[in-house]
Every structure is written in C-alpha cells, then in structure tokens.
C-alpha cells in the first residue's frame, strides 16, 4: 500500500515556550495607533522554530482513515526554516510502507541535500 506523508505544526504556539528557553531576542518598537502611547514595543526572537508530528495517509481511495486513527511520528523540535524544507520534502513523497521511522525519512531528505538544525540536541 503507498502511503503519502504530511508534517503537522503543533507549536510552539506561546511565546511563554520561547523565555522559557532562554532564546535570545531583541526588543522591537514601532508606531501603533492602537497602543495608547501611540508605540508599540515586542519581542522579536532571533530563530522561530517547530515541532509536531508526521501524519501518514493512505493513497487508496477506496481506504478511509478517521482523523484520529492516523499512524503519527512525533518530530521533536528544529528551526521553523528547516521544518519548511522538510515539509516540503515530504509533500512530495509516497512510501510503499504503513509506517516508516523519522530516522529513516530524515536521511532520505539529507541524502537529496537538505539539512536540519534541531533545537539543543532534540535530534532524534
């Protein structure tokens, strides 16, 4: 059976994730019509970054799978610019099994050139 894969983000979503790493950010502040002051200052992180899970679909038409019955890997976190990449990788790829490793599927995308920066030693 050939089985088509998508990455889902699932965060982090709250910048809370982000001062409790310690990721280093500058402070922002620019004109806010909205802001009583009339500025508007922020946080503005120097990497984004995510993390999820790989979802695995059937290509059989005739085959349905529920939403919660899908087969999941969970992909532990890297920069947001790697996920894209890796995303996009993966858009693109139909394996013949059910269920392959992330390990497995990370080579692959390393073995056509692309690469991930995994956040502190998250490499699976």
């Known amino acids: 059976m050939k089985t088509s894969l998508r990455l889902r983000c699932y965060g982090p979503h709250h910048l809370s994730w982000y001062e409790a790493k310690g990721i280093p950010y500058k402070e922002v502040t620019k004109k806010n019509r909205f802001a009583e002051s009339g500025y508007l200052t922020r946080k503005v992180y120097d990497k984004d970054y995510a993390f999820g899970f790989i979802q695995y679909y059937s290509c059989e ?22 996920w894209s990449g890796f995303s996009d990788f993966l858009e693109g790829l139909t394996v013949e099994a059910e269920l392959v490793s992330l390990g497995y ?3 692959l995308y390393e073995d056509t050139g692309g690469s991930i920066v995994w956040f502190e030693g998250d490499k699976p």
Do not use: H, I, K, N
Request: proline share 4%.
């Open 61 to 82: 038409e005739s085959y349905y799978l529920s939403s919660d019955m899908r087969s999941e890997v969970w992909v532990p976190t890297m920069e947001a610019a790697s």
């Open 105 to 107: 599927l990370v080579g």
